[in-house]
T-cell receptor
Framework: NAGVMQNPRHLVRRRGQEARLRCSPMKGHSHVYWYRQLPEEGLKFMVYLQKENIIDESGMPKERFSAEFPKEGPSILRIQQVVRGDSAAYFC?????????????FGPGTRLLVL | TQLLEQSPQFLSIQEGENLTVYCNSSSVFSSLQWYRQEPGEGPVLLVTVVTGGEVKKLKRLTFQFGDARKDSSLHITAAQPGDTGLYLCAGALGSNYKLTFGKGTLLTVNP
């Protein structure tokens, strides 16, 4: 029973390029959350999605960042025109369709480095 | 301002010792979660506590949720090198899906 999967595990981009981070939730889970962990800081909530719906994107920067969770395939966090300040670990979590959404299972993360 | 304060920030002990780490807030949480994170990996869920005063045990780990649901503690008995890692507490405030994380306690257990 695979857990939450994320790829790539490491991503290097130059300033101005695009970064695409992928997340496959645990089997049977329909809620996906993205968090960002900056150096020396705790994880910060970015966005909460269900299939084909963005439920809450209040933690996501208004510009350059977008997220989707299509009917088929993984959830994607997309960062356009990356800047050095985007360098961080990005974690995806999922929770089952019923029960508490507070109990979230995390993937291994994508470490993004912007040169 | 950090909503969840974890202490101590760093803790280095010898194998076999007992320890307690703390997670404190001035806010009331509907639940608190404890995670352990190893370098280069994601947080691994250890426990969720929901009821004020609740105590949960997971082998040598004992988790307690404060009566007022503002704080929590994690006690490890007879620590082992495999317990080494970053221990994070997280809570849901208001909405039940937007977790707020502390900065963690970095525990090192020396053999």
């Amino acid at each position: 029973n695979a857990g939450v999967m994320q790829n790539p595990r490491h991503l290097v981009r130059r300033r101005g390029q695009e970064a695409r981070l992928r997340c496959s939730p645990m089997k049977g889970h329909s809620h996906v959350y993205w968090y960002r962990q900056l150096p020396e800081e705790g994880l910060k909530f970015m966005v909460y999605l269900q299939k084909e719906n963005i439920i809450d994107e209040s933690g996501m920067p208004k510009e350059r960042f977008s997220a989707e969770f299509p009917k088929e395939g993984p959830s994607i966090l997309r960062i356009q025109q990356v800047v050095r300040g985007d360098s961080a670990a990005y974690f995806c979590a999922s929770s089952p369709p019923s029960g508490s959404r507070e109990t979230q299972y995390f993937g291994p993360g994508t470490r993004l480095l912007v040169l | 301002t950090q909503l969840l304060e974890q202490s101590p920030q760093f803790l280095s002990i010898q194998e076999g010792e007992n320890l307690t780490v703390y997670c404190n807030s001035s806010s009331v949480f509907s639940s608190l979660q404890w995670y352990r994170q190893e370098p280069g990996e994601g947080p691994v869920l250890l426990v969720t506590v929901v009821t004020g005063g609740e105590v949960k045990k997971l082998k040598r780990l004992t988790f307690q949720f404060g009566d007022a649901r503002k704080d929590s503690s994690l006690h490890i008995t007879a620590a082992q090198p495999g317990d080494t890692g970053l221990y994070l507490c997280a809570g849901a405030l208001g909405s039940n899906y937007k977790l707020t994380f502390g900065k963690g306690t970095l525990l090192t257990v020396n053999p």
